[in-house]
């Protein structure tokens, strides 16, 4: 559901640091870049409810970690903002206990020999459940430009450290 990528480099950490000099002159971008992360997002002016955010992290080898990468790379995660993602989270959290709410009320009519009417909240949360799983599908379509743009300032500051 979020879209991730890692990039091969000797040095990632460089690229974090190439990141440092390019975000100044950036227009269109704004973020944090920290020794080993890196958090890129739309300027203010340009964002919107969909606008998306980019996670980067330098992971290096090693050897003890059966989970570490084998060389040296960058990776990065676009997410949306994490106010958009726990609005989701949220929602999803409301149609379940309103799913579970139905099924409990509809088991009881069941067991007392009352037409279980509110069984019908089980197949509606799963509809609104849906509906919801295909809103995040349509933000990531709305802020597929602006991914592209955050995507374009890590390949300018990769291509700044080739000769490294």
């Not at 091969?8 to 971008?29: F, I, K, Q, S, Y």
């Not at 990776?75 to 999803?92: C, D, E, K, N, Q």
């Amino acid at each position: 559901m979020r879209p991730v990528f890692a990039l091969e480099h000797p040095e990632p950490t460089a690229v974090l640091g190439a990141l440092t000099e390019l975000l100044p002159d950036e227009l269109a971008c704004e973020g944090m870049v920290f020794r080993e992360h890196a958090v890129l997002r739309i300027v203010p002016a340009q964002r919107h409810f969909f606008s998306p955010q980019l996670e980067l992290e330098a992971q290096r080898p090693d050897p003890d970690d059966e989970y570490a990468p084998a060389s040296a790379r960058l990776s990065g995660r676009f997410a949306p903002h994490p106010h958009v993602w726990t609005l989701f989270v949220a929602i999803y959290g409301l149609i379940a206990i309103g799913a579970t709410a139905g099924a409990m009320w509809g088991l009881a009519q069941w067991i007392l020999g009352q037409p279980p009417w509110t069984l019908l909240a089980v197949p509606a949360g799963l509809a609104l459940a849906a509906f919801v799983y295909g809103a995040a599908f349509i933000g990531q379509g709305l802020g597929a430009e602006q991914m592209y743009l955050l995507r374009s300032l890590v390949d300018r500051a990769v291509s700044r450290t080739a000769g490294q």
